[in-house]
């Protein structure tokens, strides 16, 4: 069984031999209610990743990304992520990923397999910024938003206004589909950034 978003249910479910349970949107619920062998997630935090797996009792985790960047690709293995493709990834290619993770194998994009050994090892290039999506200012926002600090402290420390500040997070959270600080904050964390406070 596999439980996926809405917008692969319909060409999931003409597949033979996989069984389409449930539309992802309420992942953890889904999750918990259905037990499916495989989810796939399309819009996930490091967060949502690893409460799927409690949830669905370990089930295997296939996570999609408009980007392959290395601090991206790592939050969700230590997340518990076994599996990990581009958005863009084709139906066959995501119907070998299902089966792969069914069978207890895990499953990446080429161009990521082609990088893991390094990441792995550490000695892989540092990569460019996390979150590509964010602007300059937003970014230096979530770097703060990240070592813990309050709105007030971040618009002292960045000589802004405190409704900007208000405004720029807001935008960082739509940007990265997080629902509040604490998942931001997570997901910041997971990918890097904040830890030196």
Do not use: C
Not at 186 to 197: D, F, K, P, Q
């Amino acid at each position: 069984m596999v439980l996926t978003d809405s917008a692969l249910s319909a060409r999931l479910s003409a597949v033979e031999a996989i069984t389409v349970v449930a539309d992802g949107s309420e992942a953890v619920w889904q999750a918990a209610l259905h037990r499916p062998d495989v989810v796939l997630l399309d819009v996930w935090t490091p967060a949502t990743v690893a409460e799927v797996r409690r949830a669905a009792h370990g089930a295997a985790v296939l996570v999609f990304t408009r980007s392959e960047d290395d601090h991206t690709l790592m939050a969700a293995l230590r997340a518990g992520a076994r599996g990990y493709l581009a958005k863009d990834a084709e139906l066959a290619d995501i119907v070998r990923a299902i089966h792969a993770l069914a069978g207890g194998g895990a499953i990446f994009g080429q161009a990521i397999a082609d990088r893991l050994p390094h990441l792995l090892s550490g000695t892989a290039r540092p990569s460019v910024y996390p979150f590509p999506e964010l602007a300059s200012r937003e970014r230096d926002v979530l770097e703060l938003v990240a070592a813990g600090m309050t709105n007030s402290t971040i618009a002292a420390r960045l000589n802004l206004a405190p409704k900007t500040i208000r405004n720029l997070i807001s935008s960082i959270f739509a940007k990265l589909r997080v629902a509040n600080r604490a998942e931001a904050i997570v997901l910041a964390r997971e990918s890097g950034l904040g830890r030196s406070g």
